[in-house]
């Protein structure tokens, strides 16, 4: 029987890191099924669900134990089942561009949660300009918004909360 299994490990960025992880994973068996793994500053992010047969669990999580301790990474491990479906929910992506400052992510999610909405995945960076250099900031967001939502009426109030924070905001539904 299939064991999923989530990791997140975190640490000072080299060469290698994915190599080394995802050995134990080849070694155990497992399946890679959804990641995420950035760096972060001076920092290593990974993050990752995995599958694996039930009887391979202690030695994989052994493993990758071993694995982080040898590299200095900090790790966590929980055990997990597949994400249940977001039956009348409509996917979509939400896109950020604009002046760099405090309070971005927090208003436009708070909008969003007042809404009913749920953030799937969100990636932000900062960028800078072409020819001046000022930092600007860039937000991806994928999110399920109930489907008795008005698209056109959660654009507009997007772009609006977006005008207050000098942000362009635009939302489109996800293409398959």
Known sequence: MKQYLVFSLLGPDRTGLVDR???????FQANLEDSR??????????????SVDEAQVPG??????????????????????????????LPLQVAVRGADHEGIVHDLVHHLVEQ???VDNLESQLVNAPYSGVPLFEMQMRISAPASLSLS??????????????VDVEVEPVSV
């Open 60 to 89: 994989l999580t052994g493993e990758i134990e071993s694995v982080a301790s040898q590299l200095d990474l900090l790790m966590t491990h929980k055990s997990t089942s597949l994400r249940r479906s977001h039956a009348g929910m």
């Open 37 to 50: 793994m950035a760096v972060l500053g001076g920092e290593f992010a990974m993050m990752f669900l995995c």
């Open 116 to 118: 009913g909405v749920s």
């Open 21 to 27: 992880v995802t050995e134990s994973l080849a070694k």
């Open 153 to 166: 009426a959660l654009r507009r109030r997007l772009q609006q909360v977006g005008d207050d924070l000098n």
